[in-house]
């Protein structure tokens, strides 16, 4: 296990973070998700800590709250000391009815961020995410209550998930000029077989210096190994499609990583988490897992290697299409070439 700074944080997390996303689900979209209780998450928990994982991701919406109190409960069964893992949640979803039982309100934030604190059983949350972009609220409002978060010491770092590019700057910029805590990073949708992030947002966290956590690296299980142009399986995807993958350019993609993993003697799930860890932009790749052998498989992928023309093959067969201003950019990238001019 490799460890990263997350941004430009002095915060050090593993290159993979454990996502619990399959804690606690009964009916519904969380049952289809998983259905994890605290003895069997109590058993990932302890794998992904033997493995060196020091990283764990939730939400308050993730099984109702269910989520957040069994990683909590897991972190003490196994005698875990608070300091030695970073423990990330998230705020946006609905979580009573009315106009204000979602949303990133101060009121929402500042209510919701106590019921994770009493879920989760700990005194701070390490990193606290805005789950998604709220129009109702200004982005000021939400970065205030954040900031006073921090300076009460409830909150370490805050991030920001599901945001376009022009949000996460204007959060950036803000922040900086008022003086709030700063953005540390960004949770999104990223995989070989969906690289949009590369058009806008990706640039800008490189630009500022803002951390990337993935999630669903393996686009929802598309790129397990399971899937096939035959027949889309028994997994999640047959009756949670999601997220959408472009299927036509997704196989393509799904037929290369199994050459090269056969190859290898590696998963196609390894070489998809694999191909993440080698992107300069990402500081840490969520997995998710409902049974012990599946996160075993994807903990493997650290250690799987490519040649220069491995990850050149890759790149060639995932490659997003041309777009404007991109062809643009890339045609005129050139046009103040040469030596560095004089000051």
Request: proline share 4%; with cysteine; aromatic share 8%.
């Amino acid at each position: 296990m490799r460890y990263n700074r997350l941004g430009r944080t002095g915060l050090i997390v593993s290159e993979l973070c454990l996502g619990t996303m399959t804690f606690g689900g009964d009916e519904g979209i969380w049952g289809r998700i998983g259905q994890l209780q605290q003895e069997e998450a109590d058993g990932l928990v302890k794998a992904a800590l033997d493995a060196g994982i020091n990283f764990f991701d939730t939400a308050n919406i993730y099984a109702e709250g269910r989520s957040e109190r069994i990683l909590g409960q897991a972190l003490r069964n196994l005698g875990v000391a608070r300091d030695e893992v970073v423990v990330a949640t998230k705020v946006v979803g609905r979580m009573h009815a009315g106009p204000n039982g979602a949303g990133a309100s101060r009121g929402h934030i500042l209510a919701q961020v106590e019921k994770s604190l009493e879920r989760l059983d700990t005194g701070h949350i390490d990193l606290y995410q805005i789950h998604g972009f709220d129009a109702a609220t200004p982005i000021e409002e939400t970065l205030q209550a954040l900031d006073s978060l921090v300076r009460r010491g409830t909150v370490r770092y805050i991030g920001l998930s599901n945001w376009a590019a022009w949000q996460v700057m204007k959060a950036v910029g803000i922040a900086a000029a008022r003086d709030y805590a700063p953005i540390a990073s960004l949770q999104a949708y990223y995989t070989i077989a969906g690289r949009d992030l590369e058009r806008e947002v990706i640039p800008m966290l490189e630009s500022e210096g803002v951390g990337l956590m993935v999630w669903s690296p393996l686009a929802g299980g598309f790129l397990s190994g399971k899937y096939t142009r035959d027949g889309d399986g028994d997994g999640r995807r047959a009756g949670f499609d999601f997220p959408p993958v472009d299927k036509a350019r997704g196989y393509d993609v799904v037929d290369v990583l199994r050459e090269l993993a056969e190859a290898k003697g590696r998963s196609v799930a390894q070489l998809a988490l694999a191909w993440l860890l080698h992107q300069r932009a990402v500081s840490s790749v969520i997995i998710g897992a409902k049974r012990p052998e599946q996160l075993a498989d994807n903990l493997a992928a650290v250690d799987v290697e490519f040649t220069p023309d491995e990850l050149a093959r890759l790149d060639a067969v995932s490659k997003l299409p041309a777009e404007y201003p991109g062809w643009m950019l890339e045609r005129q990238g050139g046009y103040r070439g040469g030596p560095s001019p004089r000051r």
